[in-house]
């Protein structure tokens, strides 16, 4: 099988200490599950390859390269954090179901996110929700009732039992995938307007309005060679 590289996107995963990025990412990519923490520091970048589309006639399949940013230890995460956040095409954001305050620190992600990221990508940018360690049904404390102000796509996920993780992943990837191939469109048809434009502009010279621009003459100073004292001549003073 042959594939076709078709676009990379770089997904961003944020949220509170402890709360199962890493679980979550490794689920996904590696099919584990480990009931350790991670004592990792700092960035880590995660590749998985995404296949869509039916086969053409080659027998070439598309393929997306999804690049998931995990991150460990915040102090170190402050100084890297514009360069982390550049260029993000999805935002997750996760809180654990069990622990009210990374739940009560969504906000703080997501401004974090913002603060680093211009307005118009921010406008752009998917970011979803992933509520993690559902199959500790005993001791949640976070209700659904609680996340649904929230306006963006929510999951719940397990990355012990692997619930919804799979999914969760496939339907964000999803749609970024429908979102920037929407405004791929979009660019192509700006691109082309203005090529249309200029070149109605190069059939039509009278449509172009010539402006040339005189050299000022500083007539009273020019001939003892300084313009030290220009504010004092006719032109300029
Ligand atoms: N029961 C259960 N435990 C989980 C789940 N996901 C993660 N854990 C546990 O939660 C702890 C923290 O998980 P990590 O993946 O290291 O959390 P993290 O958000 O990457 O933490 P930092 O990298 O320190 O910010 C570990 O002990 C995991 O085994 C889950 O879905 N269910
Ligand atoms: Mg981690």
New binding site residues.
Partial sequence: MLFKEVEKCKILVL??????????I?RLSEYT??????H?VGIDVVKKHVTFGKNNKDNIKKRFTIEIW????QAEFQSLSSGFYRNADGVII?FDLTNYESFSNIDYWRNNYEKFTPPQKVKETPIALFA?????TDDISVTSKMIEDFEMDKYK?????GENVEEAFKDFIKKIWMLKRAQKKERDKNRDKNKEKEKSEENDPGSRQVITLQPQKHQKFEDKGSMADCSKCFTCG
Avoid: I, M, Q, Y
């Fill in positions: 949220g509170d200490p402890k709360v199962g990025k890493t679980a979550l490794r599950f480990d009931e350790e923490e991670t990792k995990d991150t460990t230890n996760c993690t360690k559902c199959d500790l996920t397990s990355a012990k039992t």
